[in-house]
């Protein structure tokens, strides 16, 4: 493996899915300006926000749950339904 190929700035962060509200402590170099305080341990940390996680992910769940964000599945039906006779 190669050397010094890897950053060496990693911090603890929480990831947050926006989806569910599901938050999680790990590391990473992802830069935010944002903090929140973790609910487990009372500390204030940088958040990520996710659009989705393992925790809302049809895959992982099981269920098929469609995000809807802005109406825009909405819009696409409306464009591409079939005319009704």
């Known amino acids: 493996m190669k050397k010094d190929i890897h950053p060496k700035n990693y ?7 926006m989806s569910n ?5 790990s590391r990473s170099t ?3 300006k944002e ?3 973790f609910e487990a341990d ?9 659009e989705i996680s393992n925790t809302s992910h049809p ?3 099981g269920k098929n ?7 825009r599945i909405d819009k696409f039906k ?3 339904e079939k005319k009704q006779k």
């Not at 911090?11 to 899915?17: A, E, M």
């Not at 509200?21 to 402590?25: P, V």
């Open 59 to 61: 895959f992982y769940t």
């Open 30 to 32: 992802a830069d935010t």
């Open 42 to 50: 009372g500390q204030e940390y940088p958040v990520v926000k996710l």
């Open 11 to 17: 911090r603890t962060v929480v990831f947050k899915d």
């Open 35 to 37: 903090t929140i305080v």
């Open 65 to 71: 749950v469609l995000v809807d964000t802005a109406g």
């Open 21 to 25: 509200g599901h938050a999680f402590l």
């Open 78 to 80: 409306k464009r591409y």
